[in-house]
């Protein structure tokens, strides 16, 4: 029997978003994880929040919806707040029912920019990793790092000379720029938009572009992310911040760090054997002075495994490029990219996690 075309909807429902979520459904192993971070960062939250006053949005929801827009690679907060509105799953996720108000896009990221003094992000991704260590997920031994270009939310155009007045545009909306024969450095020039932000390029024969750079430390055995820093794009931003990470290991005896030819430098090396970190970085020949790896070093078959592992941070970085849109970071200024990269590297350990807990054994 053909069914009748009902146009007008029910005025009552009776099933709650609890009961509309398949029990498979991959968001609830997320929701769970997430949940159990929240609770440990609870008595933060509540350092952070006068005990009077008008309740502002709850610090879980805004961490819940800042999950979901990276997740489902949402590009704005605007469209965002219109998704959470329409969907009975994220709704689920964030916990609102389905006869609560969404937030204006506006009031949500002034409450979410809050929360960026108090480094959330970071407390957050360092939960996950405990999360994940306590699981046997992660190696406390061997691990990888390496750096990219995020590029940042500033035009070419705003990079400007340090001294004296800029002329005025003849279009303010698109101004014409003539950079030719035009001599420009991060010495000299500074964004006037963006000051934080360097022009730098990904290599040889590659234009330059405003940019931060992101580094990340991975861990060997799932390819988890330990540790994150962004930081300025100075030609020596992935060897200073990888320096940084590796002093934050946990633990005293010695551990391997992989790495590109870029790490191959007599200081870096020099660096990490003094932290008793064993550099398994690729050997490059073509630098003055040959590589600052040994040939006893190259032969061990850790160095070789650590060659093959090290690839696997390529994955982090293709998944907070593509899937969290940080390929170009829409926020300015260090603190709010170091926050936005670091939450990132967080919500691509939750996915991970998942997809390793959901294997058959």
């Known amino acids: ?36 971070v929240l609770g440990a960062l609870s008595p933060e939250f509540d350092r952070m929040y006068a005990r009077e006053g008008r309740p502002s949005i709850a610090p879980e929801k805004l961490l819940r919806a800042q999950l979901l827009q990276m997740l489902y690679s949402i ?5 965002l707040m219109e998704e959470i509105d329409y969907s009975m799953l994220f709704r689920w996720f964030v916990g609102l029912n389905l006869d609560e108000e969404v937030w204006d896009a506006t009031t949500f990221t002034k409450n979410r920019d809050r929360l960026l003094e108090a480094e959330v992000a970071r407390r957050f991704l360092q939960q996950v990793v405990e999360q994940a260590r306590q699981r046997g997920l992660t190696s406390d031994e061997h691990f990888t790092v390496d750096g990219t270009l995020l590029e940042a939310w500033a035009s070419v155009k ?17 101004p014409t720029v003539n950079f ?16 934080e932000a360097k022009l730098a390029r990904k290599g040889p024969g590659k234009e330059a572009k405003m940019s931060y750079s992101g580094n990340l430390l991975v861990e060997n055995r799932n390819g988890l992310i330990v540790d994150v820093i962004a930081w300025e794009a100075t030609g020596t931003a992935e060897r200073d911040t990888a320096l940084l990470m590796l002093e934050q290991v946990p633990g005293e005896g010695r551990i391997t760090v992989g790495g590109d030819k870029g790490f191959d430098t007599k200081e870096f090396v ?6 008793q970190v064993t550099p398994h970085v690729a050997q490059n020949h073509g630098r003055s ?20 592992k090290r690839k696997r941070i390529e994955e982090c970085f293709g998944w907070l490029k593509t899937i969290a849109l940080l390929r170009k970071v829409r926020h300015r200024g260090l603190l709010k990219v170091d926050w936005v990269f670091t939450f990132a590297c967080a919500a691509y350990n939750l996915v991970r996690m998942r997809n390793l807990m959901a294997q058959p054994v």
């Open 270 to 275: 020099r660096q990490c054997r003094h932290m």
């Open 289 to 308: 002075g040959g590589s600052a790896i040994d040939r006893r070093t190259a032969r061990h078959p850790s160095y070789q495994i650590s060659q093959r």
């Open 180 to 195: 030719r024969g035009e001599r420009r450095s991060n010495d000299t020039h500074e964004s006037k938009t963006d000051p």
């Open 1 to 36: 029997m053909r069914g009748m075309d009902h146009q007008q909807s029910h005025i009552f429902s009776y099933l709650s978003p609890e009961q509309r979520v398949r029990k498979d459904h991959p968001l609830r192993a997320v929701r769970a994880m997430v949940d159990e």
């Open 75 to 79: 590009r704005s907060e605007r469209l």
């Open 158 to 174: 705003s990079f400007q000379p340090n001294d004296g007045q800029p002329q005025p545009p003849d279009d303010p909306g698109n």
